[in-house]
Nanobody, 117 residues
Framework: QVQLVESGGGLVPPGGSLRLSCSVS????????MGWYRQTPGKQRELVAS???????NYADSVKGRFTISRDNAKNTVYLQMNNLKPEDTAAYYC???????????WGQGTQVTVSS
């Protein structure tokens, strides 16, 4: 059974930094894309960043230059380094893993990030 466990959320003032981690347990056959999404009440979940198996990243325009996504394939872990955080970054952040070939998708339980003074 595949499980995704996020950690690293919290309360931070504007301009601060946080690092999210997502550890994946269980086996996901084949190559996959790992990513982070976020959601605020009443809005759809949106992609923040994703990273391919070879490390190629992809970012939402709103976080380019501030967030960095990375992965450690040996540890089955994906990270999101968030710098220069803004109040509009406040959201529940969800880890996601998607199989490239079969398209199966797995989600974490979410971790709250609040940016406020």
């Amino acid at each position: 059974q595949v499980q995704l466990v996020e950690s690293g959320g919290g309360l931070v003032p504007p301009g601060g930094s946080l690092r999210l981690s997502c550890s994946v347990s269980g086996t996901i056959p084949g190559r996959n894309v790992m990513g982070w999404y976020r959601q605020t009440p009443g809005k759809q979940r949106e992609l923040v960043a994703s990273v391919a198996y070879d490390g190629t990243p992809n970012y939402a325009d709103s976080v380019k230059g501030r967030f960095t996504i990375s992965r450690d394939n040996a540890k089955n872990t994906v990270y999101l380094q968030m710098n220069n955080l803004k109040p509009e970054d406040t959201a529940a952040y969800y880890c996601n893993v998607r199989q490239v070939v079969f398209g199966a998708t797995f989600w974490g339980q979410g971790t709250q990030v609040t940016v406020s003074s």
